[in-house]
């Protein structure tokens, strides 16, 4: 076996529990809608991370053209696999007990939600020159511009409670990510 299949195994498992994650909590709320009524901004947010996931994946096929490995490359990758894994599990948590539903859940916790998935972009373009400049130089300035954009729109989402600025990022995050993706792709 080679060290991308062995790391491609590594990042798969990590990836199935975030994915099993997202998966779980939106069953749950399928089961049982009266028990914690779902809100439809942080169903849009599970949405994106799933979203996200797949392309993270697809784009990781890329590790195969690193041919030496270090420590810390490996480490990072699995790091920052993990990172998405901690957004899944902060989207559903294993009970709402202490909140009257997902709406107050959300609010409660988007400065963990959003630093989390702000943290992500940045590490992506680590993730990304970890690859090589070859790899790196095939995207046009779309891509730091984008992950820094990013960035600075989780940054917002920190600091700003209201509820259609969070609908109309989410919508935005999942529009634009389609986009990338076709275009990418």
């Known amino acids: 076996m080679d060290f991308f299949s062995h790391i491609k195994s590594v ?3 990590i990836l199935g529990l975030s994915i099993t994650h997202l998966l779980k ?26 979203l996200l996931l797949l392309h993270f994946w697809w784009w990781e096929f890329n590790l195969h053209d690193i041919k030496h490995w ?29 909140y009257k539903d997902y709406n107050d859940y959300f609010y409660s916790r988007r400065k963990w939600i959003f630093g989390i998935l702000g943290a992500s972009y940045l590490l992506d373009m680590v993730d990304t020159f970890i ?3 070859a790899y790196y130089s095939h995207y046009t300035l779309e891509y730091p ?3 820094i954009a990013h960035f600075v729109l989780c940054m917002v ?29």
């Open 131 to 133: 690859k090589g400049q």
């Open 25 to 50: 909590g939106a069953a749950k709320q399928i089961q049982h809608p009266g028990r914690n009524k779902p809100y439809w901004v942080h169903n849009l947010w599970a949405f994106y991370m799933f």
């Open 157 to 185: 989402a920190i600091k700003v409670n209201n509820k259609r600025f969070h609908a109309f990022l989410v919508i935005l995050f999942i529009v634009y990510e389609f986009s990338y993706i076709l275009r990418l792709f």
């Open 145 to 147: 511009i984008r992950n």
């Open 11 to 13: 990042i798969g498992i």
């Open 70 to 98: 270090l420590f810390l490359e490996y480490f990072f990758v699995i790091f920052y696999i993990v990172i998405y894994y901690s957004v899944c599990a902060l989207l559903y948590p294993e009970d709402l007990n202490d």
